[in-house]
C-alpha cells in the first residue's frame, strides 16, 4: 500500500501458536472472547514485520523469529521479502520495536548478518542485557551480535526522528527500551506499535489485560491505555506485530474499551 510518498510492505515471519490462556492475565476472560470468536486455543499468533520503501531508503520495522522457533514456526521474512521483490543486501536500516526473539531473531542466521548493509537502530534501554556473557544471553539478544561487532548497532535514547517521516516513540513497559515508530508523508500516518496488543480480541475490549512476556506489568498497561486513547483520537493507521495478517487497521474508541476496524483490503488498480 501508499502512505503518502512511502510504500509500505507487510512481510509474515509465519505464525507462532500460543495458549494465551496461559499466560495472560484474565484467563477466563480470554477463554470466553476467544469462544465468542468460535477459536481455539492454542491460537495462532500472526508474527508482522514492514518494510517501508522512502524511495530514498529502504526501512524494516523488525525481523520476525528467524530460525529461533523452529521449522515450524516463524523464519519467513527472508522469502517473503523476496516474494515483494526485494532482497535482504537492499535493506538500508533495521528498526527494531524491542530484543525479544520473534522481532529480532531475524536478524542473523549462523552467526551471519542477515541484513549485511543495514545499521540496527533499537532503544539503548533494551541493550543492557546484551552485554552479558555467552552463557546467560538469551538468543534473541545474541541475534545482535554480528551488528555490535561490525559497528552496525545504533542505540538511540526515546523519542527521536531517526529518518525524515519516521520517528521512535517510547513504549516501555513490554521491554525496558520497548518502541512504536510513527511513519508519516504527506500527512498520512501509519503508527507500527510493536507488541502493545497480543490478543485483539481481548486487549481492545480491556487494555488492562496483561500478559507474562511484559517486563513491567504496569508500565505496560499505562502505554496501551494510552496509545489506544490517542490513536482512536487522531484516527492513525496501526500496524499491529500480532493482530491477524496484515494487521493493518484503526482503533475505535466504544462505550466501553476499543475495537479494532480492520483496512478494508484494497487490490490496487
Known sequence: ???????????????????LAE????????????ARAHQ?????????????????????????????FGPDSGGRLVANLRAAGYRPEQVD?????HIHSDHSGG??????????????????????SRLGTAADRKPSQAAIDPYAAADALRPFDGAVELFPGIRSMPAYGHTPGHSAYMVESRGRRLLLWGDTVHLADVQFADPAISIDY???????????????????ARGYLVGGAHISFPGLGHVRAD??????????YNAGP
Open 1 to 19: 500500500m501508499m502512505l503518502g510518498d512511502y510504500e509500505i510492505t507487510v512481510l509474515s515471519d509465519g505464525t507462532a501458536p500460543r495458549d
Open 23 to 34: 499466560i495472560m492475565s484474565a484467563p477466563q476472560t480470554v477463554r470466553q472472547a476467544l
Open 40 to 68: 481455539t486455543l492454542p491460537i495462532d499468533l500472526s508474527i508482522n514485520a514492514f518494510l517501508v520503501n522512502t524511495g530514498a531508503r529502504l526501512i524494516l520495522v523488525d525481523t520476525g523469529a528467524g530460525a529461533l
Open 93 to 97: 536500516a533495521v528498526l527494531l520495536t
Open 107 to 128: 536478524l542473523s542466521l549462523g552467526g551471519q548478518r542477515v541484513f549485511p548493509h543495514a545499521p540496527v537502530y533499537v532503544d539503548k534501554h533494551d541493550c543492557g
Open 214 to 232: 511484559d517486563d513491567d506489568r504496569r508500565a505496560a498497561v499505562a502505554w496501551r491505555e494510552t496509545i489506544l486513547a490517542e490513536a482512536a
Open 255 to 264: 462505550a466501553k474499551g476499543y475495537s479494532w476496524i480492520v483496512l478494508p
